[in-house]
């Protein structure tokens, strides 16, 4: 049998390659995604290792410590067993752009022992003196080196330094790198009295770690101080800025559906091959071959098949995270690092999905095959009427249908938390009754999209239709991976787009200010004489000022609060009020955020005790309210108002601060826009935003994630479509004679390959038209359950994309139809007539 086997393989390598493909592909889209989880991990690794890279010991200060001074460091410096030691501090430097306008900045100070330093030169120098600057290579872009770069400094004056030099450094959104080098002395200029945060130091030859850390905490330890190796400092820092949970959950979700759809994909290749196998089986048995013979040879050639084609999809799949990350960077416009690693889980979970997959999808028909009498299954086959679908597949859809929309009802009346469980339920419920429907629904179908297409295609739209009727399963099978596909793609792109219009539709709300003007820097206010400034601007309405600070509520606890004038709520700021009233805020008067509510069970009427324990403020309240947060326009918490802030502030430091304008009515923002930049050219701080740019800037990190979706998904399209091309490629093997008989009747070439190719669509049609219709009707159910207060999840509709998701499948059918249509149309009339 082993001799069987090897020599089956040898005798079938064109079914078996195409059965590898569907696997190897299969393997790549799990493999694919689990490799972009892990390049998020990847990202944040690189950045650790550059910020600890040489550094031997670390010192930092904690709670009731020391500052880490330059008398601090040179103690450092004396330890024997030091080579070098640098203080390291980072600091906001905003630095005024090429188009004059401030942009924000980050500026760390530049280690004179280059073996500490956690970024490498690119271009020029680095600075030899206190006028002279550095500039990360994606900042100074469109600079020059020799160029003047003018940096604000924590006061809020101007700083000038000669650009020499361009550096690379690792970031990640969890750690911002830094964008300017300056020498400790220029760095103190833009902030004085800057302390260092660590101090890392480099040991002398023969000198461990370990000793190195016992000999630093001998002599500069105590209390607040804190020695550690560079190791732990990399685990530390590791730990502290580990990736955003719910992008890494999510991730590992897709990577979890991509093995679904793989198994599907392999399942249903296997299960064609091992069909068209039953006389051969049943030949093996006819000269001697036992039944568990039989059986363990096909499963064998599965498990070669399998592990052989699981390795080609493991590296297949590294190649297509790489090409997704790089087109994702493209997408958010911004430098891709491209991180592609082969870890143990990714190992483990592709070759599980190819071989364990392989073998049972083989094991089922294999079972079937050898439960048939061997003069049986040696008889030629008479087509006769299309196979009929059981009564309990459509009992089993039924009950699912059921479930699904009973929970998706249910759904909409419960709170928001039971509601979100019920429509998970409702919508897994609903996509198992699509797929175990899809057999019920393949026939009609294809017989109705036949009808339709007839009178434009003619012949080979009924032959597509009759030929993708003829075996509802298997049809049904090769669209179900592209169901899954476009109902998740679906769902997220609809929900990305209700939300980021609740956003739009919550910003219109409340916020009624046409510019928000905030400060680059947000430890320096702006003027306080700014907003009487700009309400003198010809077109403009109101101006009024707004600081969000931290409050303390008294026994409720502290909070980031928000105060504005009390005249502004109502005109500039509107927000979602849920109970109470709030045309206007005075003093002694509070507006407390519904999650405050929630978690103090303070409700209107309340009289809070907030400040201090010695001088408290009585504040009644005076309304609960939902918002969203905006840039610039934020409400925080708790509202209240501006007189009132100082007295109830845990400190004098407001770390975000704005000012709010209202133009005229009738008055276009782009007319008055000039004028407000002139009257703000005495506030060098100060940004000017629009209400569109504030919107533009809150749907950036949506379309940033939606981008990564749609890169995720490119894997599903791809296996989906190599699915259909796999089924129709076996499905011409099996119908060999058919096609042959088909061309002698007077069907030419031509109209053979226009009927694959039709077959193909028609397929796709089904997958996609199912998906749309889940992923829509989900994405409704979603919003209709989270939506509420002031910022809505809309239904609305992607037209542009969803056209693109349901082009690609037409476009994509026919693609994949070339080769099975090719192969079909190019054999020999006589050879395929007489093949058995």
């Not at 929309?405 to 928001?416: H, I, K, Q």
């Not at 169901?483 to 919550?506: K, N, Y």
């Not at 934020?634 to 007295?647: E, H, Y």
Request: hydrophobic fraction near 50%; include cysteine; charged fraction near 15%.
């Amino acid at each position: 049998m082993l001799r069987t086997v090897i020599a089956g393989l040898k005798a079938r390598p064109l079914r078996l390659l195409l059965s590898a493909v569907a696997i190897a592909l299969g393997v790549a889209f799990v493999a694919g995604s689990f490799v972009l989880s892990d390049s998020v991990h990847a990202g944040v690794r690189d950045v650790v290792a550059a910020e600890t890279r040489r550094v031997d010991a670390s010192i930092g200060n904690g709670r009731g410590g020391p500052d880490l001074d330059d008398r601090f460091l040179e103690n450092v410096r004396r330890v024997p067993g030091v080579a070098a030691a640098e203080g390291r501090t980072s600091v906001s430097a905003p630095l005024r752009g090429l188009d004059g306008f401030p942009r924000d900045a980050a500026a760390v100070n530049l280690p004179t022992d280059a073996a500490l330093r956690p970024f490498d030169l690119v271009e020029g120098r680095f600075p030899g003196s206190d006028s002279e600057i550095a500039m990360a290579r994606g900042t100074a872009s469109g600079y020059a080196l020799g160029q003047r770069v003018t940096v604000f400094g924590q006061d809020g004056r101007e700083h000038s330094f000669t650009l020499v030099g361009t550096f690379d450094r690792a970031s990640d959104s969890s750690l911002r790198g830094a964008d300017l080098v300056l020498r400790t002395g220029a760095l103190r200029q833009v902030r004085p009295q800057a302390a260092f945060g660590q101090i890392a130091v480099r040991a002398t030859p023969g000198t461990s770690p370990e000793r190195l850390v016992a000999d630093l905490t001998r002599v500069v330890g105590g209390k607040g101080i804190t020695v550690m190796t560079g190791d732990e400092a990399a685990a530390r820092l590791l730990s502290e800025i580990a990736p955003d949970t719910s992008l890494t959950k999510f991730l590992t979700a897709f990577a979890v559906l991509a093995m679904i759809v793989a198994a599907m994909v392999i399942a249903n290749s296997f299960t064609i091959l091992v069909a068209q196998r039953t006389k051969e089986l049943a030949l093996l048995r006819c000269v001697g071959a036992g039944k568990r013979q039989v059986f363990a040879s096909v499963l064998t050639e599965a498990a070669v098949v399998g592990v052989l084609a699981s390795v080609a999809g493991l590296f297949g799949g590294l190649g297509i995270a790489a090409v997704l990350q790089v087109i994702v960077g493209a997408l958010n416009g911004g430098e891709t690092t491209v991180h592609v690693s082969l870890a143990t889980r990714t190992v483990v979970a592709s070759l599980a999905v190819g071989v364990l997959v392989t073998v049972l999808a083989a094991a089922l028909p294999a079972r079937a095959a050898t439960r048939v009498a061997p003069v049986e299954a040696l008889r030629t086959p008479v087509e006769g009427k299309p196979a009929r679908t059981g009564w309990l597949r459509a009992v089993i859809a039924l009950a699912l249908l059921v479930v699904g929309l009973g929970a998706a009802v249910l759904a909409l009346s419960v709170d928001v938390e039971v509601g979100a469980a019920l429509a998970v339920v409702a919508m897994v419920a609903l996509l198992a009754a699509a797929l175990t429907s899809g057999p019920l629904l393949a026939g009609p179908v294809m017989r109705a999209l036949g009808a339709v297409c007839a009178p434009v295609l003619g012949r080979p739209a009924k032959l597509a239709a009759l030929n993708a009727a003829r075996n509802p399963k298997r049809t049904a099978a090769s669209a179900a991976a592209l169901t899954i596909g476009l109902a998740v793609v679906t769902l997220a792109t609809t929900v990305m787009a209700g939300v980021e219009a609740g956003r739009s539709t919550g910003f219109d709300q409340q916020v009624k200010a046409d510019f928000a003007v905030r400060s680059v820097v947000t430890t320096q206010p702006l003027p306080l004489a700014l907003a009487e400034t700009l309400a003198t601007v010809p077109g403009v309405e109101a101006a009024a000022p707004r600081h969000s600070f931290s409050g303390s509520l008294g026994t409720h606890g502290s909070w980031g609060m928000t105060a504005v004038r009390g005249d502004a709520v109502g005109t500039l700021l509107r927000p979602a009020v849920l109970s109470g009233r709030l045309d206007r805020l005075g003093p002694g008067e509070l507006a407390i955020h519904e999650q405050v509510a929630k978690e103090t069970g303070l409700a209107v009427g309340d009289v809070v005790k907030a400040g201090s324990r010695t001088n408290p403020v009585p504040l009644r309240v005076v309304a609960v309210y939902d918002s969203l947060d905006a840039p610039g326009a934020g409400l925080g918490l708790a509202m209240v108002d501006l007189a009132q802030a100082p007295a109830i502030a845990l400190d004098d430091h407001s770390y975000d601060s704005s000012v709010l304008v209202k133009l005229a009515a009738g008055t276009e923002a782009d007319q008055v826009r000039p004028a407000l930049e002139r009257a703000l050219s005495a506030a060098p701080l100060a940004e000017l935003d629009s209400a569109a740019d504030i919107k533009e800037k809150m749907s950036v990190p949506l379309r940033s994630t939606l981008n990564l979706l749609w890169a995720l998904t490119a894997l599903a399209v791809l296996i989906a479509f190599a699915g259909i091309a796999n089924t129709l490629s076996l499905s011409v093997l099996e119908r060999t004679r058919e096609s042959a008989l088909l061309r002698a009747l007077g069907l030419t070439r031509g109209g053979l390959r226009a009927t694959l190719t039709v077959e193909s669509v028609f397929i796709a049609l089904l997958g996609a038209g199912c998906g749309l219709l889940l992923g829509i009707g989900s994405a409704w159910l979603v919003g209709r359950v989270t939506s509420g207060g002031g910022e809505p999840v809309l239904f609305t509709l992607p037209w542009a994309r969803l056209g693109v998701l349901l082009g690609a499948a037409i476009i994509a059918a026919p693609l994949a139809a070339v080769v099975p249509a090719r192969r079909a149309a190019r054999g020999s009339l006589t050879a395929a007539m007489a093949e058995q």
